[in-house]
């Protein structure tokens, strides 16, 4: 597809079952139901290969978008890291401390 650039084609490829795809295969399956069931067919029954065919649009519409996603994601990463290589002074690194003095002291009443 045309919707990732090509700085996208390097990042790994998303897998085949992801929360984006088995949503749209799902919403996909449920649009061709729902079609049969306006029609008055039965609506599992009926028109199987809909069924088949919208949920495997989905699937694939899902599969890009992911793609996508993860290009975006891995372009906010990228700038952000550059930001901070070029800024150090407002990321400096702070000092650590124990848990003890963080909490209050604690002091129980009865």
């Excluded at 989905?58 to 891995?74: D, Q, R």
């Excluded at 901070?84 to 209050?104: G, N, Q, S």
């Amino acid at each position: 597809m045309g919707f990732v650039p090509d700085l996208g084609k390097f990042l790994p490829p998303p897998s085949v079952a992801n929360r984006n795809s088995v949503w749209l295969a799902g919403v996909g399956w449920c649009s061709a139901m729902l079609h049969n069931a306006i029609n008055h067919r039965p609506p599992i029954k009926a028109g199987v290969h809909r069924q088949f065919l919208l949920a495997t649009i989905g699937w694939f519409i899902g599969y890009h978008l992911t793609k996508y996603e993860n290009y975006t994601f891995a372009k906010l990463d990228r700038d952000m890291n550059e930001y901070i290589k070029l800024h150090p002074e407002e990321f400096a690194a702070k000092e650590k401390k124990t848990f003890a003095e963080i909490v209050e002291p604690f002091h129980p009443v009865r």
